[in-house]
């Protein structure tokens, strides 16, 4: 094996093929939700909780809580949003492309700081507070949190806290040995990117009509 793919791949030696099959599987799911939520298309639910169930199963088995946490949660919103994005009335979707209001912004922040002291609790309950990475993990949490939350609401700064969350998971999970994963965040990074650029075009577009 070439000194460059052992520094990118080298921590799978003791991975069980299946789990690298898994994580695979997630990241292409994964990647397909991302890519949905750009195009404003409901699909991204979907193809989210096919991802999100499966990292949840190796997030539980690499005893990674707070990513855990961040995608257990990602699957009970996806639920909250595809119910969310399929109502309407009179054929008017109830929930279009919004910025998020300065009461929005509130419940956004409590959130956030909620977030927070809940993994924070988890962490210590678990008796893993001292872990190298544990402190990070719970600010990404609490940003994935908030940007879930938005995003069920079709608001468009959503885009803003995956954007933050992705760029500091490319290293974390990197560091962590999961290389796929990390790449999986840098592509999620250029599409929130774009994703934020076109959702601000519609609204703009919706607004003009």
């Given at each position: ?41 409901i699909a991204v639910y979907p193809t989210g909780m096919l991802s999100t169930a499966i990292f949840v199963y190796l997030l539980w088995k690499w005893t990674l809580l707070g990513d855990m946490l961040i995608q257990a949660y990602f699957f009970v919103m996806s639920v909250y949003g595809w119910f969310i994005w399929t109502r309407q009335r009179g054929g008017q979707v109830l ?115």
């Open positions: 094996m070439s000194p460059l793919i052992d520094f990118f791949f080298g921590q799978y030696h003791n991975v069980a093929p299946v789990d690298i099959a898994l994580e695979l599987i997630a990241v292409f799911f994964g990647l397909a939700s991302v890519w949905y939520a750009k195009q404003n298309n929930h279009p492309i919004q910025y998020t209001t300065p009461k929005e912004k509130g419940w956004a922040m409590l959130l956030f700081v909620a977030s927070l002291g809940f993994v924070y609790l988890v962490y210590t309950f678990f008796d893993r507070w001292e872990d190298p990475f544990a402190k990070i993990d719970t600010l990404t949490t609490a940003i994935f949190f908030v940007g879930m939350w938005l995003m069920a609401k079709r608001k468009i700064e959503h885009w803003i806290f995956w954007i933050v969350g992705d760029v500091i998971s490319i290293q974390l999970y990197f560091l962590k040995g999961f290389t796929v994963t990390s790449m999986q965040y840098l592509i999620f990074t250029f599409i929130a990117i774009s994703g934020y650029r076109l959702w601000k075009k519609e609204r703009s577009l919706a607004v003009k009509k």
